[in-house]
């Protein structure tokens, strides 16, 4: 498995986020399988932390693990996720030979099981699931900071589909240490957001 070192970094000022104090309280808890969770006011998005049997703790944002995709219509699926254009869905013969659909379907919901479900799902867990939408988060939170080379501290491990044919993208987390650090870097940032552990 890829392993990415997260943490124990400093904000953009240069301010250390783990002083000795706080890291000492993180760990104590850690021992007991919890992680210091500060009151997040006003918290206006929950990353959920789900056990799973892959990795410690699996990332999920808008949603949590497993959760099944919304139906959708062969039109939405097509916009969203094939880019075709208006010009494209006036061309009966494009559609059919391109992408087996009839023109006269394009309004109706794919049917669950068929081939055209099945290229959805992988899609939609590419670039909407709750797992991928807190991959980009992750990604993006992990830009603004300082790494370290300190991997025994805490980690976060993104993976990007891994391998190929693989539709698995997510941010795995070591341990209830790492979502306490994980915690205290948004917080510094000033994002609106409380790491939950999924029950």
């Given amino acids: 498995m890829k392993r990415r070192s997260f943490f124990k970094s400093t904000v953009a000022a240069g301010v250390s986020l783990f002083v000795p104090d706080w890291l000492a309280q993180?760990?104590?808890?850690?021992a007991a399988g919890e992680h210091l969770a500060p009151e997040i006011k006003d918290a206006k998005t929950v990353l959920y932390a789900c056990a799973d049997d892959y990795a410690e703790f699996i990332l999920c944002l808008d949603g949590k693990r497993y959760d099944e995709p919304p139906a959708i219509t062969y039109r939405e699926y097509l916009t969203n996720y094939q880019s075709v254009s208006a010009e494209e869905f006036k061309d009966a013969d494009f559609l059919m030979d391109c992408q087996n659909v009839e023109?006269?379907?394009?309004?109706?919901?794919?049917?669950?099981?068929?081939?055209?479900?099945?290229?959805?799902?992988?899609?939609?867990?590419?670039?909407?699931s709750p797992e991928a939408?807190?991959?980009?988060?992750?990604?993006?939170?992990?830009?603004?900071?300082?790494?370290?080379?300190?991997?025994?501290?805490?980690?976060?491990?993104?993976?990007?589909?891994?391998?190929?044919?693989?539709?698995?993208?997510?941010?795995?987390?070591?341990?209830?240490?790492?979502?306490?650090?994980?915690?205290?870097?948004?917080?510094?940032?000033?994002?609106?957001?409380?790491?939950?552990?999924?029950?």
């Fill in 26 to 30: 993180a760990q104590s808890l850690a």
């Fill in 103 to 128: 023109i006269d379907e394009l309004d109706k919901e794919i049917p669950e099981h068929g081939p055209a479900y099945y290229h959805y799902v992988d899609d939609w867990c590419i670039t909407d």
């Fill in 133 to 199: 939408n807190a991959y980009d988060y992750v990604s993006e939170i992990m830009s603004q900071l300082s790494a370290t080379t300190n991997e025994e501290l805490c980690g976060i491990n993104l993976q990007d589909c891994p391998f190929i044919g693989s539709c698995y993208r997510a941010a795995e987390v070591d341990d209830v240490l790492t979502l306490s650090c994980l915690q205290r870097a948004l917080v510094a940032l000033g994002e609106p957001t409380e790491i939950r552990v999924a029950q």
